[in-house]
């Protein structure tokens, strides 16, 4: 009982340092607020801060962790017999974060936080370093799952988690537009199209 407490609270206090990042970020820029305003706002130490987060960067991107955990699960606890795309293709047409309950105030904060994103160096910086690992942990399971060797399951890995990124900034660069209307079928549209296009294959794709 007493190590759920204290998990909670260690859960609580990550999320307000989360939280207040976010505030503070939208308001000014990522760029402009140092983690020592941050720890500050948030009644606590800087080391704090680091002990939750260790870049400032992670303070943005903490939810993603979750991301490479569900992804891998769906892979690997795939029905026998179902291909790999499948179930990518599940995984990646299932809305979810602020797009799976996008209300107005959720609208607005995912608006900022895209904004924010897309005119900061170092986050989408950052972003790219995640999603490469996360391919690298896809790579390695896909190995492992297929017995496959040689550059197979990068290049597999790689053309997945491209279909990912590039649904990523095909909805950001609608939010930022202002064009966040019906964003989600949107984007599920776009993944079936280029999720067809891998089952299709590139065998003559853009011959003249």
């Known amino acids: 009982m007493a190590t759920g407490l204290r998990e909670r609270k260690k859960q609580q206090t990550r999320e307000l340092l989360a939280e207040t990042a976010r505030r503070l970020f939208s308001e000014r820029g990522f760029e402009r607020v140092s983690v020592a305003e941050i720890a500050r706002e948030a009644d606590v130490s800087e080391k704090t801060v680091f002990n939750y987060f260790p870049t400032k960067e992670d303070l943005v991107y903490w939810r993603l962790e979750s991301f490479e955990e569900e992804l891998l699960g769906t892979i690997r606890d795939r029905p026998r017999g179902e291909p790999v795309l499948d179930a990518f293709a599940r995984f990646v047409r299932q809305p979810r974060g602020m797009l799976a309950t996008f209300d107005e105030e959720t609208r607005q904060r995912l608006a900022a936080l895209s904004r924010m994103i897309a005119s900061s160096p170092a986050l989408l910086g950052r972003e790219q370093q995640i999603f490469e690992g996360y391919t690298d942990s896809l790579a390695a399971l896909i190995a492992e799952e297929t017995g496959a060797r040689g550059v197979e399951p990068w290049v597999v890995a790689n053309a997945l988690m491209g279909v990912h990124r590039a649904l990523v ?28 296009r891998m089952r299709e294959g590139l065998s003559g794709y853009g011959a003249a």
């Open 169 to 196: 900034d095909f909805a950001r660069g609608r939010i930022v537009a202002g064009e966040s209307e019906g964003l989600s079928d949107a984007v599920r549209h776009e993944a079936d199209r280029a999720l067809e």
